[in-house]
T-cell receptor
Framework: AQSVAQPEDQVNVAEGNPLTVKCTYS??????LFWYVQYPNRGLQFLLK??????LVKGSYGFEAEFNKSQTSFHLKKPSALVSDSALYFC??????????FGQGTRLTINP | ETGVTQTPRHLVMGMTNKKSLKCEQH?????MYWYKQSAKKPLELMFV???????ENNSVPSRFSPECPNSSHLFLHLHTLQPEDSALYLC?????????????FGPGTRLTVT
């Protein structure tokens, strides 16, 4: 069965520092990987995706993610965090014909 | 977030009530989805529609009944719900059901069953 794990329920980072939100996946076949962000009282917003090609994917708001096939990971990163990045982040994976599966989410808090 | 709209934003209903959630997408997409989001749990996919045809129903109780009259509109009809059905219900759409397409979400309906 497909699964996505986000091992950290909460990540705290000081403003201006780099941030990483971790994600590992288990799917059959080639993985299609996504990151979404959810601000309070809002739906999920698409940030970026990996389908094929370069392992480093760039997305919205300065975020990027690195696909690592050997470690089955797709960690979200940003070089310099902003207070406005504080939100709930979801990793999701799709294994071709199977349905999109989401992780439990990681709450990111950026401290001024 | 004007791409996908949901109404109402908040709904409180008794266990014997009947209500409906509405979703509309203005993106010209061909696939629409209903998700349930509960605290500290992964999003649960409930239903998938592709070109107005239901293509997936993930063991959802019959007290939830979806309807997709056209590719822009999606409804979730609710009746005789249970308190554990209280959650945020999210609608989403995508260009197609192909795995490579990202989904666009509405703001959700916060449902409370009393």
């Amino acid at each position: 069965a497909q699964s996505v794990a986000q091992p950290e329920d909460q990540v705290n980072v000081a403003e201006g520092n780099p941030l990483t939100v971790k994600c590992t996946y288990s799917v059959s076949g080639n993985p299609y990987l996504f990151w979404y962000v959810q601000y309070p009282n809002r739906g999920l917003q698409f940030l970026l995706k990996y389908i094929t090609g370069d392992n480093l994917v760039k997305g919205s708001y300065g975020f990027e993610a690195e696909f690592n096939k050997s470690q089955t990971s797709f960690h979200l990163k940003k070089p310099s965090a902003l207070v406005s990045d504080s939100a709930l982040y979801f990793c999701a994976a799709h294994g071709g014909a199977q349905k999109l599966v989401f992780g439990q989410g990681t709450r990111l808090t950026i401290n001024p | 977030e004007t791409g996908v709209t949901q109404t109402p934003r908040h709904l409180v209903m008794g266990m014997t009530n009947k209500k409906s959630l509405k979703c509309e997408q203005h993106l010209g997409h061909n696939a629409m989805y209903w998700y349930k989001q509960s605290a500290k749990k992964p999003l649960e996919l409930m239903f998938v529609y592709s070109l107005e045809e239901r293509v997936e129903n993930n063991s959802v109780p019959s007290r939830f009944s979806p309807e997709c009259p056209n590719s822009s509109h999606l409804f979730l009809h609710l009746h005789t719900l249970q308190p554990e059905d209280s959650a945020l219900y999210l609608c989403a759409s995508s260009r197609s059901r192909q795995a490579t397409y990202e989904q666009y979400f509405g703001p959700g309906t916060r449902l409370t069953v009393t």
